[in-house]
């Protein structure tokens, strides 16, 4: 119990409600010693209002963030006081200010964060209505208390500065074990590994979202505030958990032909599956003493391991004999090459929380890293382009509106208690999509529900305000600390945070828990029935873009390989762009396919194929990293014509996939080049042999191992062909029903 409380109080989202509860406790308290409770709860609310705009990155974009957001925020708040009292261009005014604020979600994360904090500060100006010097007195307590939060948050920035991206490298750390140890679980007998290749795509879409915090801060810190030695350490644990991921997706065996071929010597699989399993677990392990912060010392001895397959691959070949034990041996060599450079990656980001490092050892590291940044452009065209029904944010902020607006009217229309709870509710449930919206509907009134009996039923017997303030506070922190994890859980939270505060100041608290579960029903029910209704983002829409993303993604990852293969050199930042790229599109492929499962029957359009094509994608992306990382590890011989004529027909496999999705490929088959697929993959083979045998003279020993690199390079190729040739059929089937 102690640890997992512990586990909890170590995490980023732990860290984030102190932060915000701290922020405004301290002001609702000092002033209230004061007898001016009123001056210090609307300092606090500024400090609420600015606190989701603080998101990970650098200092300087945290600084601005947060700056622009405590400005706009009070300046909402300021508009809407000052318009409220002329009914004639107050509605108008408001919807204008609604789109608008919420069109700002254009420019990324960060400005989608910024208009949250400034929808909810339009929200709750409703609560309270001033006219003259009050109104400029409370937009500057607002303003106050946003600036006081942001004094708090550079507080915890200066007290553990690294804490952050330390926590977030401890959590990917985590996830990329769990990769493996899903890599792991294929080798078992009959195991259903439809089940394991969709809970690694699952796997993908968090990896995604972590790599990408993970880059802001980093390279962000590394721009703007200069090149530390901790910030380098983390970029070298950040660039090897990536390849770590890239081997561990480029290890594309046919489990089933092996554990057909291996029947007889199940000894061989199973220390191969244990090794694999304690790289997972030694990952586990460091991921733990990352957050803890305490000394790592490993419990396996991968190194260990490492020979145990060694013994068993020779005890194989002793067993069958060199001549037929060779195809296996083969193979089983290949398992343990892969093994390796795992090993080799899992004690470079060991060695980084071990050992002392100086600046050289990073030497290099940090070129071109900006590359690997989504740039932001905080342009007016920006804006101006995304004013159109085509776009997913347009059409979102468009119903925001309007349903904010019919929101406002029925609360006053009605006999509610206070319209800006309504609102409120509307804001924090309604997202783009109708999944999210319809899931967010629920927990919110469950957790109202739930929340606001449970608090009532504690007033009924409590009537100390000192207590019923400790309440508060804990109800609170627990609130927002639940907010990204569970929001049923937060939900309830903050309901009895609500309804403590208004136990205070309220005497007649049984009509407020009523009017407050009313309020949210109502808001709750208007966001879900305008999601459904109003312009609906519906994902099958949407799919066809993220499938040729993807595949547009692994064709250019492919593209790069081949330069690569044909060229030799070093790894260029293209090509590590492009392996970015990839994984990062077929992480998004699947989210979307999520959603999608999330929306109503009726709109799952064609969703076997969609999974269908979202798991040839991921086949088709660990293949390319199979000989992606083949040819960084070995030193390969020239690229054969034959290498390049079967990569420039996948290509246009893949080509001529996207050009379907456009609506635009209906004559693919002549397209092709029958002359190169003429080229049966039974040749290729007796075509790299004559090529070796026709160049410079090799001994025999040396001709086996490049013969090698042939059948592992064309196994691939087949293996590439078949994949694309697959998502071009799929993809077909797709765009015919």
């Given at each position: 119990?102690?640890?997992?409380i512990?586990?909890?109080t170590?995490?980023?989202?732990?860290?984030?409600?102190?932060?915000?509860?701290i922020?405004?406790?301290?002001?609702?308290?000092l002033?209230?010693?004061?007898?001016?409770?009123e001056?210090?709860?609307?300092?606090a609310?500024g400090?609420?209002?600015t606190?989701?705009?603080?998101?990970p990155?650098?200092?300087?974009?945290?600084?601005n963030?947060?700056l622009?957001?405590v400005?706009?925020?009070?300046?909402?708040?300021?508009?809407?006081n000052?318009?409220?009292?002329y009914?004639w261009?107050?509605?108008?005014?408001?919807a204008?200010?609604i789109?608008?604020?919420?069109?700002l979600?254009?420019?990324?994360?960060r400005?989608?964060?910024?208009s949250?904090?400034?929808l909810?500060?339009?929200?709750?100006?409703?609560?309270?209505?001033?006219?003259?010097?009050?109104?400029?007195?409370h937009?500057?307590?607002?303003?106050?208390?946003?600036?006081?939060?942001?004094?708090?948050?550079?507080?915890?920035?200066?007290?553990?500065?690294n804490?952050?991206i330390?926590?977030?490298?401890a959590?990917?750390?985590?996830?990329?074990?769990?990769?493996l140890?899903?890599?792991?679980?294929?080798?078992?007998?009959?195991?259903?590994k439809k089940?394991?290749i969709?809970?690694?795509?699952n796997?993908?879409?968090e990896?995604?979202?972590?790599?990408?915090n993970?880059?802001?801060?980093l390279?962000?810190?590394?721009?703007s505030?200069?090149?530390s030695n901790?910030?380098?350490k983390?970029?070298?644990?950040?660039?090897?958990?990536?390849e770590i991921?890239?081997?561990a997706?480029?290890?594309?065996?046919?489990h089933?032909?092996?554990?057909?071929k291996?029947?007889?010597?199940?000894k061989v699989?199973?220390?191969y599956?244990?090794?694999?399993y304690?790289?997972?677990?030694?990952?586990?392990?460091?991921?733990?003493?990352?957050?803890?912060?305490?000394?790592?010392?490993?419990?396996?001895?991968?190194?260990?391991?490492?020979?145990?397959?060694?013994?068993?691959?020779?005890?194989?070949?002793?067993?069958l004999?060199?001549?037929?034990?060779?195809?296996?041996?083969?193979?089983?060599t290949?398992?343990?090459?892969?093994?390796?450079?795992?090993?080799?990656?899992?004690?470079v980001?060991?060695?980084?929380?071990?050992?002392?490092?100086?600046?050289k050892d990073?030497?290099?590291?940090?070129t071109?890293?900006?590359?690997?940044?989504t740039?932001?452009?905080?342009?007016?065209?920006t804006?101006?382009?995304?004013?159109?029904?085509?776009?997913?944010?347009?059409?979102h902020s468009?119903?925001?509106?309007?349903?904010l607006?019919?929101?406002?009217i029925?609360?006053?229309?009605?006999?509610?208690?206070?319209?800006?709870?309504?609102?409120?509710?509307?804001?924090?449930i309604?997202?783009?999509?109708?999944?999210?919206?319809?899931?967010r509907?629920?927990?919110?009134?469950?957790?109202?529900?739930?929340?606001?009996?449970i608090a009532?039923?504690?007033?009924?017997?409590i009537?100390?305000n000192?207590?019923?303030?400790?309440?508060?506070?804990i109800?609170?922190?627990?609130?927002?600390?639940?907010?990204?994890?569970n929001?049923?859980v937060s939900a309830?939270?903050?309901?009895?945070?609500?309804?403590?505060?208004?136990?205070?100041v309220?005497?007649?608290?049984?009509n407020?828990?009523?009017?407050?579960?009313?309020d949210?029903?109502?808001?709750?029910?208007?966001?879900?029935l305008a999601?459904?209704?109003?312009?609906?983002?519906?994902?099958?829409l949407?799919?066809?873009?993220y499938?040729?993303k993807?595949?547009?993604?692994?064709?250019s990852y492919?593209?790069e390989?081949?330069v690569?293969?044909?060229?030799?050199?070093?790894?260029?930042t293209s090509?590590?762009?492009a392996?970015?790229?990839a994984?990062?599109?077929?992480?998004?492929?699947?989210?979307?396919?999520?959603?999608?499962?999330?929306?109503p029957?009726?709109?799952?359009?064609?969703?076997p194929?969609?999974y269908?094509l979202?798991v040839?994608?991921?086949?088709?992306?660990?293949s390319?990293?199979?000989?992606g990382t083949y040819?960084q590890?070995?030193k390969?011989t020239s690229a054969?014509?034959?290498?390049?004529?079967?990569?420039?027909t996948?290509?246009?496999?893949?080509?001529?996939?996207?050009a379907?999705?456009k609506d635009?490929g209906?004559?693919?088959?002549?397209?092709?080049?029958?002359?190169?697929?003429?080229?049966?993959?039974s040749?290729?083979?007796?075509?790299?042999?004559?090529?070796l045998?026709e160049g410079?003279?090799i001994?025999?020993k040396?001709?086996?191992?490049?013969?090698?690199?042939a059948?592992?390079?064309?196994?691939?190729?087949?293996?590439?062909?078949?994949?694309?040739e697959?998502?071009?059929?799929?993809?077909?089937?797709?765009?015919?029903?």
């Amino acid at each position: 119990m102690i640890y997992k409380i512990k586990k909890f109080t170590n995490t980023t989202y732990f860290t984030n409600a102190l932060k915000v509860t701290i922020a405004t406790v301290i002001p609702v308290v000092l002033f209230s010693f004061l007898g001016k409770f009123e001056i210090g709860f609307t300092i606090a609310l500024g400090a609420f209002f600015t606190y989701p705009s603080d998101i990970p990155s650098s200092l300087k974009h945290k600084i601005n963030g947060i700056l622009v957001a405590v400005v706009l925020v009070a300046g909402v708040n300021l508009m809407v006081n000052l318009v409220f009292p002329y009914s004639w261009i107050f509605y108008p005014f408001l919807a204008v200010l609604i789109f608008l604020i919420s069109m700002l979600a254009v420019y990324g994360q960060r400005a989608t964060m910024v208009s949250f904090s400034a929808l909810i500060s339009v929200s709750l100006a409703f609560g309270r209505i001033n006219t003259g010097w009050e109104m400029l007195q409370h937009s500057g307590l607002i303003l106050v208390g946003g600036l006081f939060y942001l004094l708090v948050s550079l507080t915890f920035h200066y007290i553990r500065p690294n804490r952050y991206i330390e926590l977030q490298i401890a959590e990917c750390i985590k996830l990329t074990a769990k990769y493996l140890k899903l890599r792991g679980d294929l080798w078992t007998l009959n195991t259903d590994k439809k089940a394991i290749i969709e809970k690694q795509l699952n796997l993908q879409v968090e990896l995604n979202t972590i790599h990408q915090n993970i880059r802001e801060v980093l390279i962000n810190s590394h721009s703007s505030d200069g090149s530390s030695n901790q910030n380098r350490k983390m970029l070298l644990v950040f660039i090897a958990l990536v390849e770590i991921l890239e081997v561990a997706l480029s290890t594309a065996f046919d489990h089933d032909k092996l554990n057909q071929k291996f029947d007889n010597q199940p000894k061989v699989l199973s220390t191969y599956q244990n090794l694999a399993y304690n790289l997972a677990a030694s990952l586990k392990q460091l991921s733990k003493s990352v957050k803890k912060r305490t000394n790592y010392i490993p419990k396996h001895t991968l190194l260990t391991d490492l020979n145990a397959l060694h013994l068993a691959i020779t005890d194989y070949e002793k067993d069958l004999g060199v001549n037929s034990a060779s195809e296996g041996v083969f193979m089983l060599t290949t398992m343990l090459e892969y093994a390796e450079k795992q090993v080799e990656k899992i004690k470079v980001v060991e060695r980084a929380f071990t050992l002392v490092f100086n600046l050289k050892d990073f030497k290099g590291i940090d070129t071109d890293l900006e590359k690997f940044l989504t740039p932001q452009y905080y342009l007016l065209r920006t804006l101006t382009e995304n004013i159109s029904f085509s776009s997913t944010i347009f059409r979102h902020s468009l119903r925001l509106t309007i349903t904010l607006l019919v929101g406002f009217i029925c609360g006053k229309i009605l006999p509610f208690d206070n319209v800006y709870w309504i609102l409120l509710t509307i804001i924090v449930i309604m997202r783009p999509g109708y999944g999210l919206t319809k899931q967010r509907t629920f927990h919110r009134i469950l957790g109202t529900v739930l929340g606001g009996l449970i608090a009532f039923g504690i007033l009924y017997f409590i009537k100390d305000n000192i207590i019923i303030s400790v309440f508060c506070i804990i109800c609170m922190l627990l609130g927002f600390s639940f907010t990204q994890v569970n929001y049923k859980v937060s939900a309830t939270f903050i309901t009895m945070y609500v309804v403590f505060v208004y136990g205070i100041v309220t005497p007649n608290i049984s009509n407020l828990v009523q009017f407050r579960i009313l309020d949210t029903m109502v808001g709750a029910t208007l966001a879900f029935l305008a999601n459904h209704f109003l312009w609906p983002s519906w994902e099958f829409l949407n799919m066809p873009m993220y499938l040729e993303k993807s595949i547009k993604a692994n064709q250019s990852y492919l593209t790069e390989i081949s330069v690569f293969y044909n060229k030799k050199g070093s790894v260029s930042t293209s090509y590590r762009l492009a392996r970015k790229n990839a994984f990062v599109e077929i992480g998004n492929l699947m989210a979307s396919f999520q959603r999608m499962a999330q929306e109503p029957k009726s709109k799952q359009t064609h969703l076997p194929n969609v999974y269908k094509l979202t798991v040839l994608n991921h086949s088709l992306l660990s293949s390319l990293a199979s000989l992606g990382t083949y040819i960084q590890s070995h030193k390969t011989t020239s690229a054969s014509e034959a290498f390049n004529v079967v990569v420039e027909t996948v290509i246009k496999n893949l080509d001529n996939a996207v050009a379907l999705l456009k609506d635009n490929g209906s004559d693919w088959r002549e397209n092709l080049p029958k002359e190169d697929l003429a080229l049966r993959f039974s040749e290729l083979k007796n075509i790299r042999e004559r090529e070796l045998k026709e160049g410079i003279p090799i001994d025999d020993k040396a001709f086996q191992l490049k013969m090698q690199e042939a059948q592992l390079i064309i196994e691939q190729l087949i293996w590439l062909t078949s994949l694309s040739e697959n998502i071009l059929k799929t993809t077909t089937a797709l765009q015919k029903s």
